[in-house]
C-alpha cells in the first residue's frame, strides 16, 4: 500500500487513528502492530512472514546476547541471519547472472521477488541487535514492544532507517497533543504535495522518449535529480508527520542535499539515517579515519561499495557508490581547502557531480552510462538543442521552476521572517487554506493519474 494513495489516505489512516485514539494506552502498541502488519500484509501477502520471522529471530537473539556469555557466537549468528536474508532475496540472480557470464555456465536464474522494505527493516534489525551487544540498550520488554518498533508502518517499506534508542522511550511511554498531531498532519500533506504534484510530474518527464540533444542529454538527469529527491524525501516527511501523529519523533532524513556545497556536504544531508547507519557499523568498526590512509582509503571504499550495493543488485549501483567514493577520497585529499576559497564554483561543481551520479543511478546499463556520458559532454554528433526539446522544455518549465525553488530552503526562509513581522496574522489564516488546497489537489491528482510508485520501493 502506498502512503500516496486514496486507499491509504481515506480509508486505512482514519480507521487506524480512530483505533488508536479509543483503546486505553496499555493497547496503542498492539494496535499499531496489528494494524503495521495489515498495512505490509496489503502490498506484499506472500512475504509477511519474513517480517514475522525477522522480528522473533531478532528478538530472541537479542535476548540471548544480553544474558549469554557466548554472545559473540550470537552476534555472528544474527549478522549471518539478517545479511544472509537480504542476499537471498534481493542478490541472489545478480550472483547468478555474473557467475554465468565469468565462468561461462548456465546456472538457471531463481526469480526470487523481494519482499517490500526488507532493505530498510533489515537493517533496523541489524543495528538493533549491534546495539544490544554492545550494551547501547537494553534489549525491548517484550516481543509486541520490539515488532511495534520493527514493523512500525510509517518507517517500514522505504525509511527513515530508525534506530530502537531513538524511539524506546517513546514506545514504553509516548504522549500525543493537538500540536503535535496538527504538525504531523502539516508534514504529512508536504511529504504527500511533493511526491504527487513535484515528483510525479517530474517523472513523466523523465519517461519521455526525446531525440537527443546536447540539452535534453543534461535535462533528464536534472529531472531524475530532481523526482528521486521530492519523491524520497517526501516519502520521509509523509513517515514523520505519520510518526508524529501517533506520538513518535522520527530523526530528519534530509537537508537540502541539493544545495550542498561539496559531495562531502551532500552526503550529510541526503539520506542521513543510511549514511550514518553504514558511518556507525562499518566505517567506524573498520577503524574509520584513525588509521593508515591506506586502511582509511580501504574504508572509504568499502562503505561506499556496501551503500551503492544495498541500493539494488545491478553494477549501476555500485558504480554510483565507489564514484561518490572516489569522489570523497579526492575532496579530503586535495580538494576541500580550494573548494572552500570559492562562492560560486563550488555549488556549480557539486551540482553536476550530484547530476551525473543520478544518471549512473538511473542507467540500466554500463554501454548507457557511456552513451549518456557522451551525450552529456558533447562526444557524440548529436545537435545542441532541436524543436522537440524545446517543446518540452517550454511544457515542462513550470515544473522544473517550482521544484528546483522548493529544493532550497528559501520557501522555509521567506515564511519565517515574515511570522517576525505584522504580516504574521495573514500567514496564520493563508496557512491551514493552503494545506486544505494542497490536499485538495493531490486527492484530485491520485483519482486521475496511474503513474504513483515510490522509487524508493525498489531498494
Known amino acids: 500500500m ?37 498495512f505490509y500484509f496489503l502490498g506484499e ?35 549471518i541471519y539478517n545479511i544472509g536474508s537480504l542476499l537471498l ?14 565462468f561461462n555456465t548456465s546456472i538457471p536464474f531463481m526469480y526470487i521477488v523481494m519482499p517490500i522494505g526488507i ?22 520488554k517484550n516481543i509486541i514492544e520490539f515488532m511495534t518498533y520493527l514493523t512500525l508502518f510509517p518507517q517500514l517499506i522505504a525509511g527513515p532507517i530508525v534506530r530502537y534508542s531513538d524511539i524506546k522511550n517513546e514506545l514504553t511511554k509516548r504522549t500525543t497533543s493537538f500540536s503535535k498531531f496538527s504538525e504531523g498532519i502539516k508534514r504529512f500533506v508536504i511529504g504527500l504535495s511533493k511526491k504527487v504534484l513535484i515528483a510525479n510530474v517530474l517523472g513523466e518527464f523523465t519517461g519521455l522518449i526525446i531525440e537527443e540533444t546536447l540539452i535534453s542529454a543534461w535535462l533528464k538527469p536534472i529531472a531524475y535529480t530532481l523526482q528521486i529527491y521530492f519523491d524520497f524525501s517526501g516519502y520521509s ?13 522520527f530523526l530528519e532524513n534530509f537537508n ?25 557499523y562499518v566505517y567506524i568498526p573498520l577503524g574509520g579515519n584513525i588509521v593508515s590512509m591506506l586502511k582509511w582509503i580501504r574504508n572509504i571504499f568499502v562503505v561506499w561499495f556496501l551503500t551503492g550495493f544495498w541500493h539494488g543488485a545491478s553494477w549501476n549501483f555500485i558504480l554510483w557508490g565507489v564514484y561518490f567514493g572516489v569522489i570523497l577520497i579526492i575532496e579530503k585529499l586535495l580538494l576541500k581547502k580550494h573548494l572552500d576559497k570559492t562562492k560560486i564554483l563550488k555549488y556549480i561543481y557539486t551540482s553536476i557531480l550530484i547530476i551525473i551520479s543520478f544518471m549512473i543511478f538511473n542507467s540500466l546499463t554500463l554501454n548507457e552510462i557511456f552513451l549518456n556520458l557522451k551525450n552529456m559532454f558533447y562526444m557524440n554528433n548529436i545537435p545542441v538543442i532541436n524543436k522537440e526539446t524545446i517543446y518540452y522544455i517550454r511544457d515542462y518549465l513550470v515544473i522544473f ?59
Open 119 to 140: 532493505s530498510f527493516y533489515t537493517f533496523q534489525a541489524l543495528g538493533y541487535v549491534i546495539d544490544v551487544y554492545n550494551k547501547k540498550h537494553e534489549p525491548a
Open 89 to 102: 532475496f534481493k542478490y541472489t540472480d545478480f550472483f547468478i547472472a555474473n557467475i554465468n557470464n565469468i
Open 237 to 249: 516527511d509523509m513517515a514523520i508527520g505519520l510518526g508524529l501523529m501517533f506520538g513518535f519523533r
Open 256 to 280: 537540502y542535499p541539493l544545495i550542498a556545497n561539496s559531495i562531502t556536504d551532500f552526503w550529510r544531508r541526503w539520506h542521513i539515517s543510511l549514511s550514518s547507519w553504514f558511518k556507525d
Open 401 to 459: 521552476i517550482i521544484a528546483i525553488i522548493s529544493s532550497t530552503p528559501l520557501l522555509k526562509n521567506t515564511i519565517k521572517k515574515i511570522r517576525n513581522t505584522k504580516l504574521n496574522v495573514i500567514i496564520n489564516v493563508l496557512e491551514p487554506v493552503t494545506y486544505i488546497i494542497l490536499l485538495t489537489l493531490c486527492t484530485a491528482y491520485l483519482i486521475d493519474a496511474s503513474f504513483n510508485p515510490f522509487l524508493y520501493f525498489r531498494f
Open 45 to 79: 501477502p506472500k512475504y509477511i512472514i519474513i517480517l514475522i520471522l525477522s522480528s522473533i529471530i531478532n528478538y530472541y537473539l537479542s535476548k540471548l546476547i544480553s544474558k549469554n556469555k557466548y554472545k559473540k557466537v550470537l552476534l555472528i549468528i544474527a549478522i
Open 2 to 38: 502506498l502512503f500516496s494513495s486514496i486507499t491509504f489516505i481515506y480509508y486505512f489512516l482514519p480507521l487506524l487513528l480512530i483505533t488508536y485514539f479509543i483503546v486505553p494506552s496499555k493497547f496503542k502498541n498492539i494496535i499499531l502492530l496489528i494494524f503495521s502488519l495489515l
